[in-house]
């Protein structure tokens, strides 16, 4: 037997210490198969098939948040069916069969299933075919959803999707008179709607304070009905508190900034229903390219 150089040594404490992530789970025998392994659960015996809680689904192995409770739908394939992910999230690769597409978890690259174009279960005509074993689901709380409006909702939502403890966000209409309006609806000024966003958020990594303070610096809270060239009632200044803590932070913050000497006009107000935007506006930027025109960062506090 040939004795182990201190190079080889060293590569293997290297290889091994790659293969260890504290931050990981340790899998049974039956997810490493399919998380590590790419195998597939059978069908129609997930946990997460016929699951219809509101919340997100995350990553088994790392935890890194994959997909939203409002994107899955039943496509009766037998496996948990998504239309969409929480962008840069999932990532996809040609199969080892050269005929599928894989996707995996862009954090740990976990498998997580296979992705399908074309069968227009849905207007988004995408279906993501996970396997429960790789899902882990999480509830969210009112305590971990803020509402936003501060002017044109794709500015505000670049700069929230960069936040560290954001685990997602969403781009609609809160505050209005009517039910699912439609952007050119809101664009009217008629329906009373504000653009907003809805944030969602890991309290271990982030708090409502820390985000809230976010909302007033890439913004002026001192214009009225108009953030910049953008003008009208859908681009007021407002908060959507969820909760009595949230109310008595914001709250707080403008009582801060009043002191600073800003006029601050943004509304605090009981959160309503949230209805999302088209497709086409989310993640604008992202899809897009550039970056905002009017919501520049600006320290305040």
Request: charged fraction near 20%.
């Amino acid at each position: 037997m040939k004795p182990i150089t201190l190079l080889t040594l060293l590569l293997l404490i290297v290889i091994t210490m790659e293969g260890q992530n504290n931050n990981y789970r340790q899998l049974t025998n039956e997810e490493a198969h399919v998380i590590l392994n790419k195998g597939t659960e059978a069908p129609f015996t997930g946990k997460y098939t016929d699951f219809k809680a509101e919340g997100v689904y995350c990553c088994k192995q790392c935890d890194a948040a994959l997909y939203r409770s409002q994107d899955k739908f039943n496509s009766s394939c037998g496996w948990p069916s998504f239309d969409d992910e929480i962008p840069g999230a999932v990532e996809r690769s040609l199969d080892a069969d050269g005929r599928r597409t894989e996707i995996t978890c862009a954090h740990c690259h976990g498998h997580l299933g296979h992705v399908f174009l074309g069968e227009h279960f849905t207007d988004k005509n995408t279906r993501h075919c996970v396997n429960s074993i790789s899902l882990v689901f999480k509830e969210v709380t009112p305590e971990q959803t803020a509402y936003f409006a501060s002017g044109c909702f794709w500015g505000v939502q670049y700069h929230f999707q960069r936040q560290k403890g954001v685990i997602s966000t969403r781009v609609g209409f809160m505050g209005g008179n009517i039910k699912n309006p439609s952007y050119k609806e809101v664009c009217t000024g008629r329906t009373g709607h504000a653009e907003t966003i809805e944030v969602i958020f890991d309290p271990t990594q982030t708090d409502y304070e820390t985000l809230a303070k976010l909302f007033f610096e890439t913004h002026d809270p001192t214009q009225v009905d108009r953030q910049g060239p953008d003008i009208g009632t859908q681009y007021r200044s407002a908060i959507f508190y969820t909760t009595n803590a949230q109310k008595a932070t914001a709250e707080k913050l403008i009582d801060i900034l009043k002191q600073k000497g800003y006029d601050v006009q943004t509304t605090v107000e009981a959160a309503p229903e949230f209805y999302p935007a088209e497709d086409y506006h989310q993640h604008y930027y992202q899809k897009k390219g550039g970056t905002p025109y009017c919501h520049i960062y600006q320290e305040k506090f």
